[in-house]
């Protein structure tokens, strides 16, 4: 083969390796610190996920992961700067609006299916209807979980204050307070409710997919900073994001696997989490209007904001649909 057909051949070959190996041309691996609005959420483990499947590696990134205890703690963390990017909730993208330098960037997780109210195993309390009233702990102000004990008290009938919310932080301080009876039971993961119950140590009273089935629970966020000075970061790290996303959805037992011991759940629980969580995902992270509707009129309804925002306020779509 001659000299001019090679160069040809290796001009193809880089640039088929940089569509389809996604990382940026002429970057090196860079470093990026990524948080979680908690824990024991499955939906947040797709960072894992993409970081142990080398995912995030073929788009040119190394994910710094840390658990943070709640969308406001969340925000702190971006604020500060000591993260680069952040999973969080739809309502707190409300932070935003007030002041917080940070954008979601793409909207990851549909109806909040992945959410439960759980109670004690010997708890009275075995409907719906008997939480009118009751104490229901939360994460923190202004997070999904404190959102959802509203949306579920407005949906019942009986206003926003209708359940009374109690921020406690992370799940283990939720736990001790339901298990000491300071709270009658708490907003928290579906999974964890699972796996109450599988210890005969608690039971889900209902997962909160009927209450907002148009929604966004779900968000990527990123600091403002990072958005205008490194564009081509977040857009890998989007990609990446819903290349795992996609990988997921065709290796169940593979992410079970993996999930499983992120989470330090048996393999059982997980399959029972995977099936009824998967089809929360988008594909491409686009904004559904009608899911952005639902969240500014909540806002609205619930106090957290004076009056609805505008779509730019809240986030950018710059970055999807996304092309993992």
Sequence with gaps: MARGEWRCVAAIGLALAIVFGGGSPGRAEETVRVGKAAANAWTFTTLDVGQQAGIFAKHGLKLEIVALAGDAK???????????????????????????????????????????????????????????????????????????????SVAEGWGPDGIEDVALGAFESSLAAMRTHQVDGMMTALESGYQLEEKHEGRVITDMGKYAPHFITHVIFARKELVQQKPAVVRDFVNGFFATIAFMKKNRDKTIDITSKVLSQDKATMGRVYDYEISMFSDNGTFDPEAVKTIKDSLVQMALLPEKPKDDQLFTTAFVPAKP
């Design 74 to 152: 969340l925000q702190q963390g971006l604020a500060s700067g000591s993260l680069d990017f952040a999973l969080g909730s739809g309502p707190s993208m409300a932070f935003a609006v007030k002041g917080s330098p940070v954008i979601a960037v793409a909207a990851f997780a549909g109806p909040p299916r992945n959410l439960a109210v759980v109670v004690n195993a010997d708890s009275p309390i075995k409907t719906v209807q008997e939480l009118k009233g009751k104490k229901i702990s939360v994460t923190t102000k202004g997070s999904l979980t404190e959102w959802l004990v509203k949306r579920l």
